[in-house]
């Protein structure tokens, strides 16, 4: 009931064969994502000659953790790209690591999220180049990546995403050639963003990507995220460390099934989701509008797997702009060189960090103090995007508040991180967890069309659902190989 559907409709296939050989195009395996060092020599010669933001199909074997941190050429290596920050910066005793989106094409971690949901279909021909446009509903980051992966592939992108997202969003959309459609208001507006995803459904050359649904979003993290943090934990831990916890803010919650992975790997591991304070529909079926970018809200996303999740921890959005200010600004730059002593590279790397990236740290010093995490834990998030995204955000808290000075920076850090409580969180119990699962009906079975019977299997059939769909993975790569083989483009390189 909860696995991808991969029948082939072979003259979909068929078409989508013949525009991989008119565009070069091959396709990564979820293999080749965990361990990029298996690419095709072929493959990695030629990306030396490529930028990272190119629209080139060579930038789908850039669709991994393992990047290497430049913005041309460059290649793989064998540890994610990571920060982990210090003590001096969080005040808490424990290690805090997060894994970084910034180099993946786009920008974006997300980039990856739309592969997952968009290969299935693509190398099964159930998506056809020829008749269909691919539709990405989005909060803001996962419409962009479904973009440039639709441009990568041949296909025409649709993006939907909310009219108050940043100016950049917009701008990089409408220069890739996406189709661009703004809905009525922030992050939290999930339901118009729905509504005007159903009102393209009655037209059958639209094919909806919803990342909130789609369950080739979890099975990509699942696979290649939760591989990457435990790369990154075995490659940092120091003896008698221990892998304590892993937080991530709810957008779509595909980010969620990477702790899935965790959890299987580090039994003791606690999993916590984030969400924002001005909107806290986890932690007391609330609603709201708010300014963490990335993230949306007043629904529970059908591919958070609810029953795994152990902790709900609501940040205040201001914490995240003031914070973001604090770490973009030359004033807040040298309050952390001068006063915390921080290196040159790590304030460079905290640039790294946008608006949800500190959301989610925010949610690993708060976990870390609930806990009484010390110094031989280590708790691990990621960092969607950077704020590269956020500069007229950045323009626009100047705007609001008055030029920046190291007073204001000293305030913003003890404020807005050093002092945070271990209010507006919750440990989550069985039935506590079972209350949240019970909201997906409102959205998912009274407005979206989902059955009774399949919420129900995402409760008490999760062999039959989340594991069958991370096991996938296997079976999808070899579609993808069969169709690298018919297209033949692999092997005339």
């Known amino acids: 009931m909860g696995a991808i559907s991969l029948a082939v409709n072979k003259e979909g296939l068929q078409h989508n064969i013949k525009k991989a050989k008119e565009n070069h195009i091959i396709i990564p395996t979820i293999a080749q994502m965990q361990h990029p060092e298996t690419i095709p020599e072929k493959i990695q010669a030629s990306l030396k000659g490529v930028g990272l933001w190119d629209v080139n199909p060579l930038n789908l074997f850039r669709i991994t953790w393992k990047n290497e941190a430049k913005e041309s050429g460059g290649l793989y290596q064998a540890v ?64 962009r990546g479904g973009a440039f992966n639709s441009r990568l592939l041949g296909a025409q992108g649709v993006a939907i995403l909310p009219a108050e997202m940043s100016q950049e969003r917009f701008d990089w959309l409408h220069e890739i050639g996406a189709e661009v459609i703004a809905t009525p208001g922030c992050e939290s507006n999930v339901k118009e963003i729905f509504d005007k995803t159903n009102e393209l459904k009655r037209d059958p050359q639209y094919m909806i990507f919803n990342q909130f649904e789609e369950m080739g ?58 969400e924002a ?19 949306g809200d007043k629904h529970i996303p059908w591919i958070h797997n609810v029953k795994n999740t152990d902790m709900a921890i609501d940040i205040d959005d201001e914490d995240s702009q003031r914070l973001l200010r604090l770490f973009n600004t030359p004033e807040g730059q040298m309050y952390l060189r001068e006063e915390l002593k921080l290196s040159d590279e790590l304030i460079e790397k905290l640039t790294w960090l946008g608006i949800s990236g500190i959301a989610n740290v925010l949610c690993c010093i708060k976990m870390a103090k609930y806990y009484e995490f010390t110094a031989h834990d280590v708790v691990a998030t990621v960092l969607t995007d950077s704020a590269v995204m956020y500069g007229s955000r950045i323009a626009e808290l100047n705007d609001l508040h008055g030029a920046y000075n190291a007073r204001e920076a000293a305030l913003d850090h003890a404020v807005h991180m050093l002092t945070l409580k271990t209010d507006n969180m919750m440990e989550m119990g069985y039935a506590e967890r079972k209350r949240v699962h019970n909201l997906k009906y409102y959205t998912w079975v009274e407005q979206q069309g989902k059955t009774v019977e399949e919420l129900n299997a995402l409760w008490y059939d999760v062999a039959g659902t989340w594991d069958t769909v991370h096991a996938q993975a296997k079976e999808l790569d070899e579609l993808i190989n069969e169709f690298n083989e018919e297209a033949g483009v692999l092997k005339a390189l």
């Open 277 to 295: 304070l001005q909107c806290p529909t986890i932690l007391d079926n609330g609603f709201g509008g708010h300014r963490i970018e990335g993230i």
């Open 217 to 274: 979003n979890p099975l990509w993290h699942y696979n290649v995220t939760g591989t990457a943090l435990a790369d990154v934990f075995e490659a940092v831990k120091h003896p008698g460390d221990q892998f304590a916890g892993a937080c991530f803010t709810s957008g779509s919650a595909g980010t969620m099934s990477a702790g899935d992975l965790l959890k299987e790997r580090y039994p003791r591991l606690k999993l916590a989701v984030g």
């Open 80 to 143: 994610p790209n990571y920060i982990e920050l210090p003590s001096e910066l969080t005040g808490v005793p424990c290690r805090i690591v997060a894994m970084v989106g910034k180099w993946f094409p786009t920008g974006c971690h997300k980039v990856g999220a739309s592969f997952g949901c968009l290969a299935p279909r693509l190398v099964t021909g159930q998506f056809d180049v020829e008749k269909h446009k691919a539709v990405w509903p989005s909060t803001g980051n996962y419409c």
